[in-house]
């Protein structure tokens, strides 16, 4: 069965940074877009970060741009968020997502799969 598992999330201090991983595995990893959404106390869940599965095209919500970096190995069937430059606000639980269809999602279509999501608190 399809599997995505997080790991890297964390207790860090404003302005430091943190590395998310999820392996994924349960199907072909490289036809589809895979990457992150979070959800902190409160309110919705958003999408952070999307890769697409075969151009690279990718995705960053406003709120993250500049500061995250989403990159994927194929080889590994692996995605990661580089998040540097960590502000209190991106307190969340992080979930890795992985969708057939990378144009769907970042218009705003729910992820056909969710792993079970890592805590990343920032606070001093």
């Known amino acids: 069965q399809v599997q995505l598992v997080e790991s890297g999330g964390g207790l860090v201090q404003p302005g430091g940074s943190l590395r998310l991983s999820c392996a994924a595995s349960?199907?072909?990893?490289?036809?589809?877009?895979i990457g992150w959404f979070r959800q902190a106390p409160g309110k919705e869940r958003e999408g952070v970060s999307l890769i697409s599965s075969s151009d690279g095209n990718t995705y960053y919500a406003d709120s993250v741009k500049g500061r995250f970096t989403i990159s994927r190995d194929n080889a590994k069937n692996t995605v990661y968020l580089q998040m540097n430059s960590l502000k209190p606000e991106d307190t969340a639980v992080y979930y890795c997502v992985a969708d057939f269809s990378f144009r769907a999602v970042v218009r705003g279509a729910v992820p056909g799969y969710w792993g079970q999501g890592t805590q990343v608190t920032v606070s001093s």
């Open positions: 349960g199907f072909t990893f490289d036809y589809y877009a």
